[in-house]
């Protein structure tokens, strides 16, 4: 009986790709690892196959698109097995429909990601979003169906195009052989190990699960054997230059929601390419097939070093045609030179001196520094939803007396986003700043598009442009994020950056700093409507022979001769939100090229830039207000609970000091702000206090127990222990999570806190 069970087709096929197709089993084993959870969980990959949503919605057609997407990705495995290694069977040469029948004994590991696959959805759904067990049917449905729909379509394909394919191939395999040298030597090899070294199969699993014997004195007909190993191959062609084609269709349609297929879906269809790539190489060079794709990255990497492949990413806005800035530490000093340090200082006063007489001239204000910290769309959610909240409590006293905003990333997009309400409402508009939609708005889906732009266009050609400012710029996923946030938010924050100027100018709204870092040389880009050059400067008074160091870049005086008021708005928050391989680096028009990332590289809180502001203007600020009130909204906790590391594995020995490091930059980014916190403590001559609000995964809610036992608290207390994942979307239990955290005991101190200093309390 064992012995029957190990010489199975299906056995031996599966022996077969453990021993021979180690990179075809790795997009499985990433499958398996992300849909159980084991994989990237931090940066939410699982919740995009658990919880995939479609035009906003998770349901039938959602799951739908997945299971077309598996279901290829599943023939995509068995075409590539067929193609690689078909000819170890010979008794498939005999066989009606081979390929039907060797891709329903190659089933074994697709069937089992399936089952998987859907009872982690069922785990997650149930645990995490509250469904019904009619709506989470209602999905696997949807998901079962389109597998279904694409694995008969692709067997149906196979089924009708056998008899022409093999009337082809019949007639001009000889002269095919002939023609090409390596189809020549590679078909023979086929055919010499298909009748020598055929593998063992006593039995096979045909179609309606009937177990067939396989007869052990089949002949070895040259020709049929060659049929069988080559129509297929002509199949792979077709199929892959059907998906080509089908990803450049979607491509031109890429703005269109119904076209932005979930960003599962669009990771599965770029494995599969990667599948069906490898099997080509495979099929066609065999043992050099190392050497081929080495050498193929090889010339891949001359060509993008020699500018003969370019994939720049560009902000929009910018003039990028006529001429570059020169990028050097002479021309860096010469921005930042004492002249232009001292007119942007007395611009930036008269900013201040309008803030000032929005009050009573005879009861200093409060002066507010709102300080936003990054992490993608739950830093976002959280900034808009802290400032809702703190804002409606204060009865609009805190915005109203914040004269500056810095942060990173999600937390800035979030304060803009609530900025530019406020100023609307301020220039008449109906608006409610605490209306609920404005959360639903800010924290939509914004990585299908990116994901999905990926796989049209950045994956193999940008072939779309589009025109902004004047200018015309490629189409990427740089540009399908900013479409989706500006679709988000109502397309109210798309406006360039000097639509700014006049607002921070009158003080209608704050001032609003966005800080990506400069690759290049680690320093801050200080993109603003206004020139800020005291905040590049470590000698922001002294005179000019004390030779500053520059620790930052103006962006308004670098790249002014590249429109650097044109700057599209949200280029500005796409370039403070670069998240590594998601929304990509930047190039600037500069000569050598600046390269900008993310804003949390060099402080993810805000507050070394809300310092130095305030230490530029101390003076001043000293002597107009009543002190200053620093508001920190942070995403995390500040000081976290120590962890204790027991039982460290080899490959954790090995990679713990690395993983440290970057594990603990928040933390180090911490204290270095608490340290220059309490400097400023020293030399400021007022009060100082800072306010911050956090969201802590971790915290439960503390009620009574009367509070306690009502249904709704309790799931409150469960859905807070989980921390939403770093990402540009966000699962339903996440929004509800991030949201309700605000009223944790922690946060409602700090609430009553805030309230109490801007009311001129003690």
């Known amino acids: 009986m064992l012995e029957k069970i190990l010489y199975s087709f299906p056995v031996q096929l599966l022996i077969n790709n453990l021993k021979k197709n180690q990179v075809l089993l790795l997009c499985w084993l990433l499958l398996f690892m992300v849909v159980t959870g084991n994989f990237g969980k931090v940066l939410g990959i699982p919740y995009l196959f658990l919880d995939p949503e479609y ?22 495995f068995h075409i590539t097995c067929y193609i690689i290694d078909s000819f170890r069977f010979s008794f498939l040469g005999t066989l009606s429909r081979p390929f039907s029948r060797f891709a329903f004994n190659n089933s074994i590991i697709p069937v089992i990601f399936l089952i998987v696959y859907m009872i982690s959805i069922v785990r ?20 079962l169906v389109g597998c279904s729909a694409m694995v008969i379509f692709l067997i149906t394909y196979f089924r009708f195009t056998n008899q022409d394919i093999f009337k082809l191939i019949t007639s001009n395999v000889d002269r095919q052989l002939r023609r090409s040298p390596i189809s020549r030597a590679n078909v023979l090899q086929r055919l010499d190990i298909a009748k020598k070294k055929s593998i063992r199969v006593d039995n096979y699993l045909d179609i309606g699960f009937h177990i067939r014997q396989v007869n052990p004195n089949h002949g070895y007909d040259k020709e049929s054997i060659l049929k069988v190993f080559d129509q297929n191959h002509l199949n792979l062609v077709l199929i892959e230059f059907v998906l080509f084609l089908v990803i450049l269709i979607l491509g031109i349609f890429r703005d269109h929601e119904i076209f932005q297929i979930p960003a599962a879906a669009s990771v599965v269809l770029i494995l599969t390419i990667f599948i069906m790539f490898t099997g080509a190489v495979s099929y066609w060079f065999r043992g050099w097939s190392i ?55 007395e611009n930036t006063m008269a900013i201040l001196e309008n803030w000032r007489s929005k009050f009573n001239p005879d009861q200093p204000p409060k002066l507010v520094i709102i300080s936003a910290s990054g992490g993608g769309q739950r830093a976002a959610l959280w900034s808009m939803k802290s400032l809702q909240v703190t804002d409606s409590a204060t009865n609009g006293k805190l915005f109203n ?28 508009d109906s608006i409610d700043l605490s209306n609920h939609k404005y959360l639903e708005n800010i924290s939509k889906d914004n990585l299908n598009p990116i994901i999905f732009s990926f796989l049209v266009s950045d994956l193999f050609i940008r072939y779309q442009s589009f025109e902004y400012g004047g200018y015309r710029y490629k189409k990427d996923r740089g540009y399908s994020f900013e479409q989706q946030l500006n679709k988000n938010t109502e397309y109210i924050l798309d406006k360039p950056l000097a639509a700014y100027r006049v607002p921070e100018q009158r003080a209608v709204i704050p001032m609003l700093f966005v800080a990506p870092t400069v690759i290049n040389d680690g320093r801050k880009l200080y993109i603003s409507p206004h020139s800020v050059t005291y905040m590049t400067s470590s000698n922001v008074c ?36 670069s998240f590594p391989y998601i929304t990509p680096n930047v190039r600037l028009p500069s000569n050598p090229q600046m390269e900008i990332m993310d804003s949390g590289i060099s402080d993810n809180f805000g507050i070394s830039d809300a310092v130095h502001f305030l230490y530029v203007f101390r003076d001043w600020i000293a002597a107009n207000t009543s002190g200053v009130v620093i508001v920190a909204i942070r995403d995390s906790e500040d000081d976290e609970p120590i962890e204790q590391n027991v039982g460290y594995s080899f490959f954790q020995r090995i990679f713990t000091p690395i993983s440290s490091i970057y594990n603990n930059l928040g933390n180090i980014q911490d204290i270095n702000n608490d340290n220059q916190i309490e400097k400023a403590q020293s030399w400021f001559d007022n ?30 207390k469960e859905e807070a222990i989980e921390r939403a994942s770093l990402n540009w979307r966000l699962t339903s239990r996440e929004k509800r999570n991030i949201q309700r955290n605000f009223y944790s005991r922690k946060n409602r101190q700090s609430l009553q806190k805030l309230t109490r200093l801007l009311s001129g309390e003690k």
């Open 401 to 428: 007396q914040t004269a500056l905003i810095t942060g990173s990333s999600g937390g800035v997009i979030g304060a803009s986003y609530y900025r530019e309400l406020a100023l609307r409402r301020s220039q008449g």
């Open 291 to 345: 050497t081929v794709v080495i050498l193929f990255l090889v010339v891949l990497n001359v060509l993008v070093k020699n500018n003969l492949i370019t994939s720049d990413y560009r902000a929009y806005g910018l003039d990028y045609q006529n001429g570059t800035a020169e990028y050097s530490l002479e021309q860096l000093k010469d921005k930042s030179q004492f002249a232009n340090r001292k007119q942007d200082r």
């Open 124 to 143: 997650f759904q149930i645990n995490n979003e509250f469904l019904s067990a009619g709506q989470i049917v209602v999905q696997l449905l949807g998901l």
């Open 55 to 76: 035009i906003n919605k998770v349901d039938f057609w959602s799951f739908f698109i997945i299971g077309i997407t598996i279901g290829g990705i599943s023939m995509a």
């Open 687 to 716: 009060d100082l206090d800072c306010v911050e609000f956090e969201y802590i995964s971790r915290s439960i809610f503390e009620r009574s127990a009367e509070e306690e036992a009502e249904h709704t608290n309790k799931r409150i």
């Open 542 to 577: 002294g005179k000019d022979s004390l030779d500053p160091e520059i620790k930052g870049i103006d962006f308004q005086r670098f790249f002014e001769a590249q429109k650097a008021n044109n700057l599209r708005f949200l280029s500005a928050l796409r370039l403070g939100a």
